[in-house]
C-alpha cells in the first residue's frame, strides 16, 4: 500500500513539473532529494532509492506526454530509462537527472529540440 502511495505521489510531482512548461516564471523541479549524477550513481547500490528516481522520471515523462498530446514518448521501459540516464551522466558528470529526463523526452518523443529553461 505504501509502494503504491509513493508512486502515485511521485506520478502527480512529474505531472505537476510539466504543467505549468509554458509560463514565464522559472521552472521548479519538484523531485528527488537529490538530482545530481552523482546522487544517481550511488543510489545504484540502493535499489530502492533508484527505483522511487526511476519512477519519478516515469512521472515526468507521463506530465510530458499530459503536456503534450501531439508529441507523446511511447511505452518505455524502467531498463531503458536507467540506460538512457547512465549514458547522460557518464557525459555529463556534473549534470542533474532532471535535464536527463528531460532529454530523453525530447529524444523519445521526436520533439528532439533543445532543453529550454
Known amino acids: 500500500m505504501q509502494t503504491r502511495r509513493t ?10 513539473l510539466f504543467a505549468g ?32 528516481q526511476v ?13 503534450m498530446p501531439s508529441q507523446q514518448v511511447s511505452s518505455i521501459s524502467s531498463g531503458t530509462i536507467e540506460s538512457y540516464v547512465n549514458g547522460y551522466c557518464a557525459k555529463n558528470p556534473n549534470g542533474l537527472i532532471s535535464d536527463a529526463v528531460f532529454r530523453l ?8 529540440q533543445p532543453i529550454r529553461k
Open 21 to 52: 512548461v509554458g509560463q514565464a516564471a522559472p521552472l521548479n523541479i519538484l523531485g528527488v532529494d537529490d538530482l545530481s549524477c552523482a546522487g544517481w550513481s550511488k543510489a545504484k547500490e540502493n535499489p530502492d532509492q533508484r527505483n522511487i
Open 105 to 112: 523526452s525530447d529524444d523519445f518523443s521526436g520533439r528532439n
Open 55 to 67: 519512477v519519478w522520471m516515469r512521472g515526468v515523462l507521463t506530465g510530458h506526454n499530459y503536456a
Open 7 to 16: 508512486y502515485s505521489l511521485i506520478v502527480a510531482l512529474g505531472f505537476l
